[in-house]
């Protein structure tokens, strides 16, 4: 079965740094960009950009470059997002997601999901 | 960036109704965009990949439509664990982009 897991749920104070995991499993992992999105408390999904763990080539969106930082670390099928310095703003759950297609079309789609992480930064 | 709308923004409907939900883009993605379910407290989960594919193990009362700029998702007939929010999401380009949801409600 391929499976997403992602680090358990984080409080920290704003200022403080951050970094949450996603662990793939039943895939070769450095075949596939993994995907973050946020979701802000009771609000819609944000694309956040993307890592492929097979160079760690990165993707990150404008609302995103330079907030967030993605690794990916193969040997142990994992990716990460950090933050250096966290804000209020920051708490909402995060996801990760395999990019994935069918072999007969370039077109994309996430599947699937890790569970989440939340996210809660506050003083 | 390509901006990704929905109508309605919520929606009251019976078990058993049939449903349909419109998603639009600011330029045309041909046929690059996917549909997504969202349950409280859950993981997002792809329903309908590339307009008009049903993902393995969704069932065939879900169904997609459109291309260009003009998308439907289609419930032929509400069951109760249809109640949820619906995502539409281009993947036509970077940013890849979502639209703001359908809350689907039972009446």
């Known amino acids: 079965e391929v499976q997403l897991v992602q680090s358990g749920a984080e409080v920290r104070k704003p200022g403080q740094s951050l970094k949450i995991s996603c662990q793939g499993s039943g895939y070769k992992f450095s075949n596939y960009w993994i995907d973050w999105v946020r979701q802000l408390p009771g609000q819609g999904l944000e694309w956040m950009g993307a890592i492929y763990p097979g160079d760690s080539d990165t993707r990150y969106s404008p609302s995103f470059e330079g907030q967030v930082t993605f690794a990916a670390d193969e040997s142990i099928s994992t990716a990460y997002v950090q933050w250096r310095s966290l804000k209020d703003s920051d708490t909402a759950i995060y996801y990760c997601a395999r990019r994935t297609s069918t072999v007969t079309t370039d077109k994309t789609h996430f599947d699937p999901w890790g569970q989440g992480t939340l996210v809660t930064v506050s003083s | 960036d390509i901006q990704m709308t929905q109508s309605p923004s919520s929606l009251s409907a019976s078990v058993g109704d049939r449903v349909t939900i419109t998603c639009r883009a600011s330029?045309?993605?041909?046929?690059?965009l996917n549909w997504y379910q969202q349950k409280s407290g859950k993981a997002p989960k792809v329903l309908i990949f590339g307009a008009s594919t049903l993902q393995s193990g969704v069932p065939s009362r879900f169904s997609g439509s459109g291309s260009g700029t003009e998308f439907t998702l289609t419930i032929s007939s509400l069951q109760p664990d249809d109640f949820a929010t619906y995502f539409c999401?281009?993947?036509?380009?970077?940013?890849?982009?979502f639209g703001p949801g359908t809350k689907l409600e039972i009446k």
């Open positions: 330029q045309s993605i041909s046929t690059y």
């Open positions: 999401q281009q993947s036509y380009n970077t940013p890849r982009t």
